[in-house]
Every structure is written in C-alpha cells, then in structure tokens.
C-alpha cells in the first residue's frame, strides 16, 4: 500500500513539475472588415479568463483601446504579459498620393465613384477590392508609397481615406490600424525576456512581427515565439510588396521564424504559436491546402508540428458564423514545438455565443492548445 502510494505521489509530481498549456488564438477584432468586432469583445475576454491555460498568444487584437481592456482584464490571470506600443511607418513624402494618382481614367477614385462610394465602409472594402483592381495595381506602378498607403485604410470611409491621401501637411501611414501588429503575449508565469523580430521591411497591408518571450517555470526557461505572419489575399486585394507575391512574403517571413540561430541553438523547450496563415491538406478531415509552399518548411526544419499526422479539424472554417458558407475548410493556426514531448492537443473556442439573439462565433478563427511534458 506504502508503495503504491509514493508511487502514485511521484507520478503527480512528476507530471505537474515541468507540464505547461499553451494556446494560440486569433480573435479576429479588426474593426471594419470582420463582423462583429465590437461586440465579440467582451465574451472573447469572458471566454479567455475561463480558459485554462499558462500562456495565451493573441493575434488580431489591433487596436489601441482594445489592446489596454485586454491588458486590464486579463492582468489579474495572467500577471505577466508582453505586446508592443502602435506606432507607423510613414511614407516618405506629403502628401502620400499626387492627384493624378488616384483622379483621371482608370485611376482608383475614378472606380470608386463610379461602383462603390455610397456602401458603409466594411461593404465598401470588398466592393473596391472586387472592382478597382486594376487600378490599383496601376497604382502600385506609378506610385508605390500612395498604393500600400491607400491599402492600408482597409475598414476606413473611402472619402476620409482619399482626404489624407492627399493632405499635403502629413505623411501617411504604411500599415493598417495605424502600424499596430495586434499581438498580445499573456502568462502566468515570469516573463524573463522579451524581444521582437520585426518584419516591417517585409510586410505589406499588415506590420507583421513576432513577439519573442523566455518564460520560466519551476527555473526551467521557455522559449515562446508569437505571430501572424501575411496573410494571402489573391483574389481579394493585389499585392503592391516587393515580392512576387503574398505567399514569397509569407515564406520568407516562415523562413526567418525557422531558421532563429539564438532558438536552433538552445535544448530548451521552445515554441511558435500564431497565425502562420498558411496549411496542409488533408482530405479525412477535410482539409484544403493555404499557401503550402510556405508550409512546407516546417516539415523540413527542427520544429515538430504536432497538428500535422493527426489534425484536429479546420481553424479557419465554412462552418463558422463569421465566415461564407463557401469559405475553404484550411488549418492556418499552428502550434510548433521543439525540445519538448506533447501530452495532450485540442481546438478550442469553437463554440457558439449569443450577439442580437443570434448564434455566433467567438471568433473568424478557431484556436489551438497544448499540453506538453519534456
């Protein structure tokens, strides 16, 4: 009896000393072009304080007002925390747009007049995404600078969006929700050291970064990496970049993330989480491929991806609320591992709450979690 007691001790301690959960979860509040944002805010935050979890990487959290009511709400959970100040980078002269950039025949106002000027601001975005294309890429070759500027008013009135534009007193911005990176790193336990790996000077529409954390538990140290690297938007909006495309983009942003010397380097558990928008195939779930070429270096690098052998279902979904029926079932939110056994994975925040007496989804994605054990 002795003996099976110790033993039954042992094993607790064992399994409690070094087990941490992790989760990756993007909320999808980009205010103007997912719906619902404001109201989702506070049953996302109800929702994440009821989680149980030890660090939380959020995406999508973009902007200012709602990056402080995450930190002051979740601060009494997760003590410890990690997410940058939002500042742009601007274009390089004033005003960023000339008139004969954006007036005259085939040029973007000349669209938008024509198609899309009397749609509220989130309609208006897809509107002109679908119909003003080739102006816009037009654009993109008389006037880089004023493209991605242009590009980076997603969510905003066209009208006030052309107004700056040609505002000849102040640069404009690059990036969308004023240069913010929308990442927000939660703990429960001591972050030691905090980093960012920024990819602003290969990033487009979007500041793409990575918040790198070195998390001790039990003095043993984690290395966590969060992200939300480019999305593709073919069919959606052209690339105005320097690559050839938004997957190249992508990639070379995965590229960095994999090939990290500092992280390669250290036997320490070691983790990115995050929005990689990219994923595999898998025709039992089903699920459609995103951007594989990119994808596929992880099944070549030193990281393990524990969703890959046996996925646990789409995180981006037809199924969910916010998205189209049409939309392609793909696993773009990702959990990468290194130097580490993993105990338990799981899809979280897949469930239905109520906005307007309707059932909706939490989030346009669904999130990731895992429980590991070196």
């Known amino acids: 009896m002795m003996k099976t007691l110790l033993c039954f001790f042992t094993l607790i301690l064992f399994e409690s000393s070094y087990a941490l959960k992790l989760t990756t979860y993007n909320t999808g509040l980009a205010h103007g072009y997912v719906p619902l944002a404001s109201k989702r805010i506070n049953p996302i935050l109800n929702s994440l304080k009821q989680h149980d979890s030890d660090v939380l990487c959020l995406q999508e959290v973009w902007e200012k007002n709602d990056r402080y009511l995450f930190h002051d709400v979740l601060k009494e959970t997760y003590p410890h925390w990690f997410f940058t100040k939002i500042k742009n980078t601007k274009t390089q002269r004033a005003p960023s747009c000339k008139v004969n950039n954006l007036f005259g025949k085939d040029k973007f106002v000349t669209c938008l007049l024509k198609n899309c000027s009397n749609l509220p601001s989130d309609e208006s975005t897809s509107c002109l995404m679908n119909k003003c294309q080739h102006s816009l890429i037009k654009l993109k070759k008389d006037n880089k600078d004023c493209a991605n500027a242009l590009m980076a008013k997603v969510g905003q009135s066209p009208v006030k969006a052309i107004f700056t534009l040609l505002n000849p007193l102040w640069a404009q911005g690059l990036f969308a929700y004023g240069g913010s990176d929308g990442l927000m790193v939660f703990s429960k336990y001591p972050i030691i050291k905090k980093e960012v790996v920024d990819f602003s000077k290969i990033a487009t529409l979007n500041r793409r970064r990575a918040l790198k954390v070195t998390i001790e538990k039990d003095q043993k140290e984690h290395a966590v990496l969060c992200t939300h690297l480019t999305a593709n938007l073919e069919g959606e909006a052209p690339y105005t970049g320097d690559f050839k495309n938004w997957e190249e983009e992508n990639k070379e942003q995965l590229s960095i993330l994999l090939n990290d010397k500092e992280l ?56 969910n609320s916010l998205l189209s029926p049409t939309a392609s079932p793909i696993a773009i939110d990702h959990i990468l591992t290194r130097n580490v056994m993993i105990r338990e994975k799981r899809r979280v925040f897949d469930e239905l709450i109520f906005i ?14 895992i429980e590991t054990q070196e």
């Open 264 to 319: 390669l380097k250290e036997s320490r558990p070691t983790y990115i989480l995050g929005d990689l928008n990219c994923g595999f195939s898998n025709p039992t779930i089903p699920l459609e491929d995103a951007m594989v070429n990119s994808c596929n270096q992880i099944l070549e690098s030193d990281f393990f991806n524990p969703f890959y052998e046996s996925p646990v279902g789409c995180t981006f979904c037809p199924d």
């Open 356 to 369: 307007d007496d309707k059932p909706q989804n939490l989030s346009d994605h669904y999130g990731l979690q």
